[in-house]
């Protein structure tokens, strides 16, 4: 069902706790909020991130989400203590990371497109949940670095594939045999980086480019999105492709973009 328009908000994003989303108009913004432990994601936060990611595909009055943390970092990424604890319980050794892989793969699979915006640091497990954005935008602080190799911890499927499609083979190795740490101009030559901006343009900068992209009609944004990021994978459904164009052919989006374009006005799209 769709979420009525106007404001709500769980978990205010001024207190420290879980990860809070916010929405306002059609723009929603979820934040990391435990600045005191560099935004580390806890065990319980997976679950709150899954309920917040349920929430927006449910959201359809909302057309773009902007993902950022509190205080300095953006997140120093999943609680490896978290992981010990359930080895130590005799759970299955994959557990933990699955629950965390599915989070993350549900962050790449909003309708939505998705703006990261990187106020520090990205360590961990954290720098897969921004790559499962569409863009990202940092800071001259911001510096990633993962750890898994040095840990002793083989990264799970999703986000090895996300590494590669995303960043490349090179990189990629680079990054987990090498746990090589880079520092925000490496990370833009990369591509891990879209843009880099002072920290009082950061925010402006995420959330201008959810307007832009807000200001566009969903259905079309949502099933290429879905298409590019299939292809990403390598997992590319041609049947699947022509049925979200053949919606789009179909839709009254469409018939309004062509008529805003004939009399040179802005579009007004409803998801249609």
């Known amino acids: 069902m769709s979420q009525p328009s106007g404001t709500f908000e769980a978990e205010g994003p001024e207190s420290n706790g879980p990860p809070s989303l916010h929405v306002e108009g059609r723009i929603a913004t979820l934040r990391l909020r435990r600045p005191a432990r560099a935004n580390r994601i806890e065990a319980g936060d997976i679950a709150v991130l899954r309920a917040h990611c349920l929430a927006l595909r449910a959201a359809t009055d909302v057309r773009a989400v902007v993902l950022t943390g509190t205080g300095r970092h953006f ?8 992981v010990l604890r359930t080895l130590g319980a005799g759970q299955a050794s994959s557990a933990g990371g699955n629950a965390f892989a599915d989070m993350v793969d549900a962050v790449e699979a909003l309708p939505q497109v998705t703006v990261c915006a990187l106020n520090g640091g990205v360590f961990g497990g954290a720098t897969d949940l921004a790559l499962a954005c569409d863009f990202r935008y940092g800071v001259p602080q911001t510096r990633m670095f993962m750890p898994a190799a040095r840990l002793g911890l083989h990264y799970y499927p999703s986000g090895l594939r996300r590494y590669v499609s995303r960043l490349g083979l090179n990189a990629a190795k680079r990054l987990f045999l090498l746990a090589e740490e880079l520092e925000a101009p490496e990370l833009q030559d990369i591509g891990y ?22 200001a566009h009609a969903p259905l079309a944004s949502a099933g290429m999105k879905t298409a590019l990021n299939a292809l990403a994978h390598g997992v590319w459904d041609a049947d699947a492709v022509a049925l979200a164009e053949a919606a789009c052919l179909r839709s009254a989006d469409l018939r309004e973009g062509v008529a805003a374009w004939a009399e040179k006005r802005v579009p007004q799209f409803n998801g249609h």
Do not use: F, K, R
Not at 75 to 82: F, N, P
Not at 193 to 203: C, K
């Open 75 to 82: 997140s120093a990424g999943y609680d490896i203590g978290s």
């Open 193 to 214: 980086l879209d843009a880099i901006v002072p920290p009082n343009e950061l925010m402006p900068l995420a959330l201008a480019t959810a307007q832009t992209a807000a």
